[in-house]
């Protein structure tokens, strides 16, 4: 990381004694890490409210007996390709199955494609994790 | 504010310009002001999580021409009496009607009072504004 | 309520098992509320996502004895009267005082206004309870 | 799916319209489907609340070139191998690397885990994706 800049900044007494054990609680050992991540949150956050590049999971649960499912599911991640990085399929039991598609795109398409994947039959469950490209979250 | 303390912060310069360019959008003039809020934005987070004492609304959206509905809202409400701070009432057409009660308790109980309400018939919609007494974050 | 519609609706056995249990809980007596109630809440998510009338509360936690804040915050809700309905104070001890802002209006200038009184100096946490004005949530 | 049960549901005409309108954009082909999906979902979000198990993923966004970062991340993951199924990397450019770790268990220790990687040096980003087992969601 080039190019670190140091400033002050002011913040009471007891509220940043607060902070400080919330962070420890959390891991932390440097209270810069843990502001950078604040910030870093906050931007990500953004990036999903705007239209623009944002990356992330698509984590769908489906019983794979589920008739035709399992072609229907592979025919719509073919047709959305260029949203799709790679995809992970763990079979939880004799029925359950989760599959984690790895997308990048436009905000708007991606959720789209996630609202797509929870309408069809057999799919249980599905959750879109709102990750980022790291590009514009140094 | 008494006791207030200043320290430095090391961060990314790109993330910096990001955050600065952020912060000023939300009409903050300085960024120890924005690193405060992101702080008790954590701490109040995590006041609702616990249990202790919280505070803030519960707001209902209801038709006020379901019979016998004000009463029972009205009976609920004195039941409550220890969580409840105080009611206000919104006429918004000649059916619908936003009220919203100021509360104050534990966490648990103040959300149990949410689903009580929420479950009644009439009640078109029920918030949770999660809010706090301030005590905890100076 | 006039012109309930009854249609019927096919959910496999354990779910709908698992959904009785849930909605007991909640306190609901039947089914056909406890759907309402789901259709609703996605009918009052989607009001705030998009441009248009939405309903609710800023609830603002503020230290009164911060120097000018009471005038400024007064000051910003006479210049946002259109989006105002009316506000509740509580005084919770010597320092904290929680305000509750009932507002109506296009979600967009509602959530600009939240910011801009999340941003000021004493101001410690703002939160955005998102009701619904009920018009199109019968 | 075994064991369907049908049942009937009163819902106001004006609701039903905007419900069906709602699904109807979300590609739903049947009301019943569109209302198990709300069922479920309000399922896995109480197995995320209570202490149970559930399954998901764990983003993380990280700069690779971040000095002896990948070696604690592959620490980190071992010593958590009851909870972690498998890991998807993927490079996005020459600096940021997205992991997706599938997860399954106690919610309690899945949420510790996230919060250990999140307070990392190096780690830009992590987002927790709330799935299921499917066990408990028909």
């Known amino acids: 990381m080039a190019g670190l800049v140091r400033f002050g900044v002011s913040i009471d ?5 607060k902070f400080d054990r919330l ?8 209270r810069s ?5 604040l910030i870093r949150q906050e931007l990500v956050k953004k990036e999903w409210c705007e239209e623009g590049e944002v ?14 499912l399992a072609r229907k599911l592979m025919n719509i991640q073919h047709d959305n390709g260029e949203n799709i990085i790679s995809t992970q ?9 989760l599959e984690v598609i790895t997308i990048k795109g436009d905000s708007k398409k991606v959720r789209a494609l996630a609202d797509v994947l ?3 039959k057999g799919v249980k469950h599905v ?3 709102m990750s980022s490209t790291g590009k514009h979250i140094h």
């Open 13 to 17: 007494k007891d509220l940043l004694e």
């Open 23 to 30: 962070i420890e609680n959390k891991n932390y050992t440097n």
């Open 33 to 37: 890490e843990a502001f950078r991540d």
């Open 55 to 68: 990356a992330g999971t698509i984590t769908l649960v489906y019983d794979h007996h589920q008739r035709e």
């Open 89 to 97: 399929h763990v079979h939880f039991d004799h029925h359950n199955c």
């Open 118 to 120: 929870r309408a069809i």
């Open 127 to 129: 959750t879109l994790g």
